[in-house]
Each structure stands twice: as structure tokens, then as C-alpha cells.
């Protein structure tokens, strides 16, 4: 979304929890992006209703995908800071410092 809005020419801006925001890692290149279970994009679950009867429910897990397809699941994405136009956290919203390539978060989280 962050290329297809830098193409064109829109602001993209990230909304995060600062608790979200590690200061510690140098680069976005050092996150470790924990990878989810497949099923969780391959397949849906929920309640059905297996009789007439009120109250008679059933999770059921249904494929949404073929059987044994591979995937990918990241539970999130790194997007490169010279494609964010701000950050809003709780704490307020940061832009870049004119002429800067990346956010100085330090003082304000």
C-alpha cells in the first residue's frame, strides 16, 4: 500500500501503539517479523447450526484454499520509512524532520 501510494503521490500514514515501536533495533532491517500458521489465511472457522434446534451449535473449520497449499503468514510488515509520510501514536503524530530520511522518535516515546 505504501508503494502504491508513494506512485501516487498520496501521504500514507501508519497508526501504532508506541509500545509497537522498538527503539532499540537500529533499522527495520534488524526486526525479526514472527511468522503466524498458514491455516490462519487458508481456512476460516466458525459456528453453525447443525440441527432446528435452538442452541445447537458447532465450530466447523471450512478451507478456504486447497488442501496442502503453502503459505505465508507474517504477523506484520516493516515499511520502509521513506514511505511514511507520519506516524500517529497515542502520544501525538510525527512527521520527519525537514530534510531527514528517517523519524527521531527518541525524545517523544
Do not use: M
Amino acid at each position: 500500500l505504501a508503494i502504491t501510494a508513494k506512485f501516487h503521490g498520496r501521504a500514507f500514514i501508519v497508526a501504532a501503539p508506541t509500545t509497537s515501536i522498538d527503539l532499540a533495533v537500529a533499522s527495520g532491517k534488524d526486526i525479526v517479523i514472527e511468522e503466524r500458521d498458514p491455516s490462519e489465511i487458508t481456512a476460516a472457522s466458525g459456528f453453525v447450526q447443525t440441527s432446528l434446534e435452538a442452541g445447537k451449535l458447532v465450530r466447523e473449520t471450512l478451507c478456504v484454499a486447497p488442501r496442502g497449499t503453502a503459505a505465508w503468514n507474517p504477523s506484520f510488515d516493516v515499511t520502509p520509512a521513506k514511505l511514511i509520510t507520519a506516524i500517529v501514536t497515542e502520544k501525538g503524530v510525527f512527521v520527519k524532520d525537514q530534510g531527514a530520511a528517517e523519524y527521531d522518535l527518541a525524545a517523544s516515546i
